[in-house]
Structure formats: structure tokens, C-alpha cells
T-cell receptor, first 111, second 114 residues
Framework: KQEVTQIPAALSVPEGENLVLNCSFT??????LQWFRQDPGKGLTSLLL?????REQTSGRLNASLDKSSGRSTLYIAASQPGDSATYLC??????????FGTGTRLKVLA | GAGVSQSPSNKVTEKGKDVELRCDPI?????LYWYRQRLGQGLEFLIY????????KSGLPSDRFSAERTGESVSTLTIQRTQQEDSAVYLC????????????FGPGTRLTVL
């Protein structure tokens, strides 16, 4: 059974800092992995999707990497801004269409 | 363009009552998902619809939960005889299909069972 864990559960950083969020999964036989951001009281916004054959994806200040063999993904945020404050969720799709979500990392970027 | 919409945004009900939650996916999206998110927890898969195929109901927590989808459009999640443990945010997402499956989420329905 696939399990997804995110560390840390919460993180506070000063504005401008580069930071890394971690996601680990127990079954390496995945189809893809997505990173989402969730703002309070709102739904999820997809940030990056990495197919199982890919090693990383980049969008603006965001870079997500995938290491299937070790069951890990990282989301790198460069030059963090207060507007980046949100909960970041990773979700793994394991062969079927079903996604298994982690419990998220609550990020606060201090001005 | 229009995103995924859900209604109502908030629902407060008494224990034992039935509730109906609605999801309008993005036009043309064949896949539709329902998730439940309890306070402080991750998303829990409930049910998946893909085109005209039989839905995957494996995530529904009990037979009090059911969902329908009309063709490739609106979906309704029904919870009968609500219990306090049903209190959560119910999120709906749609995607173009199984291959191109970036999910687009609605804002959710916050259900409170008193």
C-alpha cells in the first residue's frame, strides 16, 4: 500500500530565502507525482507534474525533482516571497488513476 | 475560462440528515474525482469517474456515501444519515483524462455536522 510522507509539517523562513520541501513515498512503482499548493479556504492548484520517466520539472522559481529508486521528491523554491505562504502537498499516482496525497507542509514566508 | 465549481461552499447540517454536494467540472474534462479532507489531514480519495466507464467507488467510507455523474458533466455526492465524523471539506477535481491528468480542483464544500 502506497504511503506518502511530507517533512517538515511546517516551516517558517524569512523572505528571500531558498528552501526545499520533501516528499517520500513507499512504493517506487509510480506513474507520476504532482506538487500542489493549497491556500486557506481554497482548493488545490497544481504546480508541477513529473512523469515517472522524468527527473525534474521547472516552472519559474519552482523546481521539482524525482528520484523513484529512493522514493523521494523535492520541491525547491528560490527567492521565497510572502505570497508563497501556503500549504504544499505532493501526490503520487501509482499505476491507476488514483492519487495518494501527503499531509502537506505549511509554509510561512515572513516579510 | 471557467474552472471547477462546487456548491454549496458551506453546509451546516444536523446529525442524521442527508446532504447533497455538487461539482461542475471544466467543460470537456472526462475524468472527475471526489476527495475528503479532514481538518489537518491530507486528501482522502473517495470516488473517480472516467467518461462512461463504471466509477471506481473503492474510496467511499461507507454505504451512506454515494455519487453520480451525468455523462461528462455535473456530479453529485450524497451523504445519507450524516454523522459528526463526516465533517470535512469535500473537494472535487477534474482532468482531461487518464493520460493527461493534471487535476484542477474546485474550492471545496465545507461540511459541518452538528
Amino acid at each position: 500500500k502506497q504511503e506518502v510522507t511530507q517533512i517538515p509539517a511546517a516551516l517558517s523562513v524569512p523572505e528571500g530565502e531558498n528552501l526545499v520541501l520533501n516528499c517520500s513515498f513507499t512504493d517506487s512503482a509510480i506513474y507520476n507525482l504532482q506538487w500542489f499548493r493549497q491556500d486557506p479556504g481554497k482548493g488545490l492548484t497544481s504546480l508541477l507534474l513529473i512523469q515517472s520517466s522524468q527527473r525534474e520539472q521547472t516552472s519559474g522559481r519552482l523546481n521539482a525533482s524525482l528520484d523513484k529508486s529512493s522514493g523521494r521528491s523535492t520541491l525547491y523554491i528560490a527567492a521565497s516571497q510572502p505570497g508563497d505562504s501556503a500549504t504544499y502537498l505532493c501526490a503520487v499516482r501509482s499505476g491507476t488513476y488514483k492519487y495518494i496525497f501527503g499531509t502537506g507542509t505549511r509554509l510561512k514566508v515572513l516579510a | 475560462g471557467a474552472g471547477v465549481s462546487q456548491s454549496p461552499s458551506n453546509k451546516v447540517t444536523e446529525k442524521g440528515k442527508d446532504v447533497e454536494l455538487r461539482c461542475d467540472p471544466i467543460s470537456g474534462h472526462t475524468a472527475l474525482y471526489w476527495y475528503r479532507q479532514r481538518l489537518g489531514q491530507g486528501l482522502e480519495f473517495l470516488i473517480y469517474f472516467q467518461g462512461n466507464s463504471a466509477p471506481d467507488k473503492s474510496g467511499l467510507p461507507s454505504d451512506r456515501f454515494s455519487a453520480e455523474r451525468t455523462g461528462e458533466s455535473v456530479s453529485t455526492l450524497t451523504i445519507q444519515r450524516t454523522q459528526q465524523e463526516d465533517s470535512a471539506v469535500y473537494l472535487c477535481a477534474s482532468s482531461q483524462g487518464v493520460v493527461v491528468d493534471t487535476q484542477y480542483f474546485g474550492p471545496g464544500t465545507r461540511l459541518t455536522v452538528l
